[in-house]
């Protein structure tokens, strides 16, 4: 009998190592791919062989939501995103398949070529109807992690805002705070987790109006 537990406990333990969380997988592979040299030349053949379809060519995404903006955006957060959406930390099956049918080498063309794509401003902004509440909860919960500008911290692996279409961060927001996006830092959930749907439609209709200064143009 015991013997058998034993074997029991074992199978577990091999399982649980042939199958490690969705979590673990993930950070495994953002290491492997973070280490990775990329290069932006590749990256724009794989970019718009394989993710152009939906994101376009530019890297723009769709105002009305259904397709993020990737153009500008750090590379960690681009990486981080795809290899949660691989190992399934992050449910996104419409683009799953795209996901798992690019190398890790292309992963990080990829990143890198997004990185060095223009921030289009034209992106899609909300009503405008509670703007002076949205800045005031932005200040209050989202500006110590997204910037003054939507800027983001590629140190801490927080996202560009800046250009992002409203629809979608709308979307996106409503899923953290009712806990549908599993892979959201733990302290954007808490911070977020008591909003009204009108409090979380004012600070994203904020965010989508951020503007992150140009860089000065370097001298030819
Ligand atoms: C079939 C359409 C489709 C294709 C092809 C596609 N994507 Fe996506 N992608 C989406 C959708 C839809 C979302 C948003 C999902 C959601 O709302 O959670 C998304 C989200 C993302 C995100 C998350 C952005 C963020 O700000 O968190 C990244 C990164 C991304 N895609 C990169 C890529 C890359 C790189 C490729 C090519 C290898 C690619 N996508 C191909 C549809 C697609
Ligand atoms: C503790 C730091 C932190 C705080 C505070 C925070 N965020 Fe975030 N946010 C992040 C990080 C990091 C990500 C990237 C995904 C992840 O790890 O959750 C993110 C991603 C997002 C996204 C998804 C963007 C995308 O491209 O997919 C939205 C929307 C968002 N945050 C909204 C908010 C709002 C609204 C607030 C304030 C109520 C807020 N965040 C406060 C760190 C933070």
């Given at each position: 009998m015991?013997?058998?537990?034993?074997?029991?406990?074992?199978?577990?333990a091999?399982a649980?190592?042939?199958n490690p969380?969705?979590?673990?997988?993930?950070?495994k592979?953002?290491?492997?791919?973070?280490?990775l040299?990329g290069d932006p030349?590749?990256?724009?053949?794989?970019?718009?062989?394989?993710?152009?379809?939906?994101?376009?060519?530019?890297g723009?995404?769709?105002?009305?939501?259904t397709?993020?903006?990737?153009?500008?955006?750090?590379?960690?957060v681009?990486l981080k995103q795809?290899?949660d959406?691989?190992?399934?930390?992050?449910?996104?099956a419409v683009m799953?398949?795209?996901?798992k049918a690019?190398?890790?080498?292309?992963l990080?063309d990829i990143?890198?070529?997004?990185?060095?794509?223009?921030?289009p401003?034209?992106n899609?902004?909300g009503?405008?109807?509670?703007?002076?509440?949205g800045?005031?909860?932005?200040k209050?919960d989202c500006l110590s992690?997204?910037g003054?500008?939507g800027?983001?911290?590629p140190k801490t692996?927080?996202p560009v805002?800046?250009?992002q279409?409203?629809?979608?961060l709308?979307?996106?927001a409503?899923d953290?705070?009712?806990?549908?996006?599993?892979n959201?830092?733990p302290k954007?959930?808490?911070?977020?987790?008591?909003?009204?749907?009108?409090?979380?439609?004012?600070?994203?209709d904020?965010?989508?109006?951020?503007v992150?200064?140009?860089?000065?143009?370097?001298?030819?």
């Amino acid at each position: 009998m015991k013997l058998m537990w034993l074997m029991v406990g074992s199978l577990v333990a091999s399982a649980a190592v042939a199958n490690p969380s969705p979590e673990l997988a993930s950070q495994k592979e953002l290491k492997k791919v973070m280490a990775l040299k990329g290069d932006p030349v590749n990256g724009k053949d794989r970019y718009q062989a394989a993710c152009a379809s939906c994101h376009l060519d530019n890297g723009a995404g769709q105002p009305d939501g259904t397709f993020p903006q990737l153009a500008g955006q750090h590379p960690v957060v681009v990486l981080k995103q795809m290899t949660d959406i691989r190992a399934g930390a992050r449910e996104n099956a419409v683009m799953l398949g795209a996901a798992k049918a690019v190398s890790e080498q292309d992963l990080a063309d990829i990143a890198l070529y997004l990185k060095l794509l223009p921030i289009p401003h034209d992106n899609g902004r909300g009503e405008g109807e509670f703007l002076d509440d949205g800045l005031v909860l932005y200040k209050r919960d989202c500006l110590s992690c997204h910037g003054r500008s939507g800027e983001g911290d590629p140190k801490t692996n927080t996202p560009v805002l800046a250009g992002q279409h409203y629809k979608y961060l709308l979307r996106q927001a409503m899923d953290i705070r009712d806990g549908k996006r599993l892979n959201s830092n733990p302290k954007m959930m808490e911070a977020i987790k008591g909003y009204t749907d009108t409090q979380v439609i004012a600070v994203t209709d904020f965010m989508s109006r951020l503007v992150m200064p140009e860089l000065p143009k370097k001298k030819k």
